[in-house]
């Protein structure tokens, strides 16, 4: 049965690439990708076929990485951070049903939430939870509930895709809704560029993060109740009672 990589490759240092990731890449004869993300790796692998496809053909890069296994060679499908983490994993799988004789092998990575939680300091050491504010697949009205619910139960929220062109204002409406159950002084933090040329961190508080431009190479933090800001860094205590 012809095997297919689908590969983490985390934040987009080769540095912070698992070590399996690395190998995976190295045994493949193509690699293919978004172009973002192939560029991030091109220079590590020389001598790999690179094939890839821009944003939103999501489905014809799947369909041409099975068509490329079908051919006898070893395949890669990368994706930035974790592949099973808002990755390709999920919709290869689907597209897989269509290549039975395609055997499917996913490799995880340093997604955005742990590779800027280590920037940030601790933020995610208690209860957290993950919220896509891209409304390109999820209607916003969905999204809108999530955050309301997170912010209720009082997780650690992480953001990803908090803003774009279009949706400039989404982190704005997303403090809103996050303000009816959390505090306005609550300890929250973005890194930028994690892993990469011109990575960036600040810790502020919800309030002032409601005013704060981001873009999508931004990952946002918020914390609980009981997150706290210590020597310029953001950490949520686990709870342990002799400290």
Known sequence: MNKLYVVGIGPGAYEKMT????????NSDVIIGYTVYVDLVKDHFPGKEFLTTPMK??????????????????VSMICSGDAGVYGMAGLMYEVGTGYPGVELIIIPGVT???????????????D??????????????KIETRLTDAAHGDFVVCLYNPSSKKRHDYLMKACDLMMKYKSEDTV????????????????????????????????????NSQTKEIGSRMVTPRGYKNV
Request: hydrophobic residues 45%; charged residues 25%.
């Open 112 to 126: 955005a939430a742990t590779g800027g939680a280590a920037v940030l300091g601790a933020p995610l050491i208690h």
């Open 188 to 223: 929250c933090g973005i890194v930028g560029n994690i892993g990469r040329e011109g990575e960036e961190m600040k810790v502020m508080t919800l309030k002032e993060l409601r005013e704060t431009k981001v873009d999508m190479f931004t990952t946002v933090f918020i914390g």
């Open 19 to 26: 070590i399996e990731a690395a190998d995976a890449l190295k």
């Open 128 to 141: 957290f939870c993950l919220i896509s504010l891209s409304d390109l697949l999820t209607p916003w009205e």
């Open 57 to 74: 053909k999501e489905v014809e890069r799947c369909v041409m990485a099975f068509e490329e296994a079908m051919k006898g060679k070893t």
